[in-house]
């Protein structure tokens, strides 16, 4: 027996998770029929319900295929952060067995031709703002249309927060070029066929590139309904009743799930942000009541740094899912402090397996530090990163982090030989380095990839930053190796400080040497006004790394040249 299973009794979890026999718009139909005027979606004050959304799903599928000419299987690009244009497009994509591409909001014109091209999109969907990027790099692509919208399309009336910056008259007169408003305007409303499989595929989300080119990682409308269904048992998802905060980009596979599927799959509402203000949040959960948090750790700093936090009723909050990268033990104790009722779990994935692996329970044991149990349908061990063979359970056995499960993804968009390299026997190598303890409780102890080796140890970066978040004046931080001819490598610690705060290099160095060995701890000392950030909030020691192999080769030039 798997070790992990004899809590599920307890902690009130399925021994496995049923075959799904609906794909995502079979389930949205049906909820749209049960709560017609049940509210779906809250962007800055406009309130969309099931039914109006439902309307404008079916308009756009109907627009896709009869006024675009699209076909089943033919890919679509989604170049926006989140707003109801995006939950939209995705259920009308699903709708007619079309594959959703999601990119990044923040690519550069080279990384959004690239990805237009591996993926095969034959149409985009677009911001008025970002459009020019998207002509730059059309003539390089097999783009046939684009389809541009604006926030201010599902913003109140009144509401002038939003302004159009691309001249609309001009677009419409560009051949490929629809407004997204026409569309709707100009198509049926009437439900359209649903033209897909639970084994069809139905997006194709991109990992970061951290280790060369992104990589599209294949998502069947099977994996979307398997994790849907665990998320919401993972949640604890009330039925009708939870408010999500629709802080994860849609691009992103978090997103896919914690602003899009979980919501709709259980008739919920969600309030959506297209860019993270932590005002912003707070006001929104004081005034819509939001009831579920999906986040990352730097989302939680800029919550509890706010200063004015302690001015919103925050009550509401049931639930704080955490994933991305572990959470200081600092930081949860100050979430805990603001919202002394609300349940704080961490948990881990991936996008290859459809994002979630693991969860501490709501219901049962949460073991501070830890990533939670295997979910169900999930199959975990811990493998010697050298020699590939099982380890055994226990904090002194750490090793790679290795997963099984039903719902991992199909493969690597024409990708074979990267395919091959992550699935092993039918086992996804994640690169996650960690152990798992006598009870089934995952740890993760660092990124294989980020493990620094110092004269001959092994220090994992998460282990100090750790440390360094129980420093009173530290707000932000990160750990790398840089390299040295001595050493190997040097731990350097990139530090933000809290508003008003003073501190020295020594200080923080003399605080690491009260809480870590000796060789663990960092030699050297920069800071800084603020780090790195990919879209989702997560802190990219990558970036730094970058940064400090330039400076070290720019040395090396310029001692040769003298």
């Known amino acids: 027996m798997q070790v992990w299973k004899r809590w599920y009794p307890y902690i009130g979890w399925p021994e496995d998770i049923e075959e799904p026999k609906e794909t995502p718009p079979e389930v949205l139909k049906k909820v749209v029929k049960e709560n017609p005027e049940k509210d779906a979606i809250v962007f800055y004050g406009n309130v969309l319900t099931y039914r109006e959304f439902y309307d404008n799903v079916c308009r756009l599928a109907n627009a896709f295929k009869e006024i675009l000419g699209l076909e089943k299987g033919d890919r679509i690009s989604f170049f926006m952060p989140n707003c109801p244009q995006f939950n939209i497009g995705y259920f009308a994509c699903l709708t007619n067995g079309m594959i959703t591409v999601h990119t990044n909001v923040m690519y550069t014109p080279r990384e959004l031709e690239y990805q237009l091209n591996h993926s095969g999109a034959k149409a985009i969907v677009t911001l008025d703002v970002m459009y020019d990027r998207v002509e730059e790099v059309w003539d390089k692509t097999g783009i046939e249309h684009i389809i541009v919208t604006s926030l201010k399309d599902f913003l109140p009336p009144s509401s002038q927060r939003f302004l159009v910056l691309t001249n609309e008259k001009e677009l419409k007169e560009r051949e490929g070029v629809y407004l997204l408003t026409d569309l709707l305007r100009d198509a049926s409303s009437k439900p359209p066929e649903i033209n897909a499989t639970v084994e069809d595929v139905a997006s194709l989300t991109y990992t970061g590139g951290t280790t060369g080119l992104p990589k599209g990682a294949v998502y069947t409308h099977r994996n979307i309904m398997i994790d849907a269904e665990i998320f919401t048992i993972m949640l604890d998802v009330r039925r009708g009743k939870d408010v999500f905060s629709g802080l994860m980009p849609m691009f992103h596979g978090n997103g896919i799930w914690n602003s899009n599927m979980n919501i709709f799959y259980n008739a919920c509402k969600v309030v959506l942000f297209p860019y993270f203000n932590p005002g912003d949040l707070l006001r929104a959960i004081e005034t819509y009541r939001i009831s579920q948090i999906h986040c990352v750790p730097t989302h939680l700093v800029a919550i509890v740094n706010h200063p004015r936090v302690r001015h919103f009723d925050l009550s509401s909050v049931r639930v704080i899912s955490v994933g991305s990268a572990p959470v200081p033990v600092e930081l949860l104790r100050k979430v805990k402090e603001l919202m002394p009722d609300c349940t704080i779990i961490e948990q881990w994935g991936l996008t290859e397996a459809a994002i979630i692996g693991t969860s501490n329970p709501v219901h049962g044991v949460i073991k501070i530090g830890s990533a939670g149990l295997p979910c169900p349908s999930v199959e975990i061990k811990i493998v010697d990163s050298i020699t590939g063979k099982d380890l055994p359970s226990g904090e002194e ?27 092993i026997d039918g086992w996804l190598y994640t690169g996650d380095i960690g152990y798992m303890d006598e009870d089934g409780y995952v740890f993760i102890v660092d990124r294989k990839k980020d493990m620094i080796i110092a004269g001959g140890y092994n220090i994992y970066p998460a282990e100090v930053e750790q440390v360094l978040y129980t420093h009173p004046k530290v707000k932000e931080c990160a750990v790398i ?82």
Do not use: C, M
Request: a positive charge.
């Open 481 to 562: 190796g840089v390299p040295d001819p001595y050493r190997g490598e040097n731990v350097k610690a990139f530090i933000v400080l809290k508003e008003g705060e003073e501190s020295s290099e020594e200080e923080i160095i003399e605080f690491a040497k009260q809480h870590l060995a000796k060789y663990k701890v960092p030699r050297i000392i920069e800071f800084r006004d603020e780090l790195p950030k990919s879209p989702v909030g997560k802190i990219l020691r990558r970036v730094l790394r970058e940064e400090e192999l330039r400076k070290a080769k720019a040395r090396k030039s310029n001692d040769q040249e003298r």
């Open 397 to 423: 056995n750490v090793g790679e982090i290795v997963l099984r499960s039903r719902k991992i993804i199909k493969e690597y968009w024409k990708d074979p030989d990267r395919t091959k390299e992550s699935i």
